[in-house]
């Protein structure tokens, strides 16, 4: 038997990248995974893929976990799906950046939104549904302690994300 058989993952950013290989890995170790992402197409075949890769059956939440509203809806197709969250993998994110001094306000609330608001309210909003010793994992970057030259917000946003995992855990 593997050693996440029958638990229930949810995976935001999960039809790509380093989403996509977590559900790709947790399947193989026999969890249940929903990916959430907001293209319905790279859902769908984010879903093929793992559905080739293993017999398990992959729930696809198309939805923007930047908002609360779609946060919400989210979790409640989780939850009337699987009743319960076992591992929670906040992971979308974005780090394409305009030049610093060609940033503005519009372009800084999608990145705050993006990367902070949706790790934060992800967890609160999941909290009820989660499983007793639940795992929670936040995506980071090295970018949290050394920055990256010319990116100042996607730098401060996972110094963000790496103290509310911090902050959050106590």
């Given at each position: 038997m593997s050693r996440l058989t029958n638990k229930i993952a949810l995976i935001t950013g999960g039809s790509s990248g380093i989403g996509l290989a977590t559900a790709r890995l947790l399947m193989s170790e026999g969890a249940k995974v929903a990916i959430v992402g907001r293209d319905r197409d790279r859902l769908d075949d984010?879903?093929?893929?793992?559905?080739?890769?293993?017999?398990?059956?992959?729930?696809?939440?198309?939805?923007?976990a930047s908002t609360v509203d779609g946060i919400e809806a989210i979790i409640e197709k989780v939850q009337l799906r699987h009743g319960r969250i076992d591992i929670l993998f906040a992971n979308a994110g974005m780090s394409d950046c305009p030049e610093v001094m060609d940033t503005d306000e519009a372009f800084f609330n999608k990145i705050i939104d993006t990367n902070v608001k949706s790790v934060f309210f992800l967890f609160i909003k999941a909290f009820p549904w989660m499983a007793e010793q639940a795992s929670v994992i936040f995506t980071g970057s090295v970018a949290h302690g050394k920055g990256r030259p010319g990116d100042p917000l996607y730098s401060a946003t996972k110094a963000a994300v790496r103290s509310l995992g911090r902050t959050l855990a106590k």
């Open positions: 984010a879903a093929a893929t793992l559905a080739t890769a293993s017999d398990a059956d992959v729930l696809t939440i198309s939805e923007d």
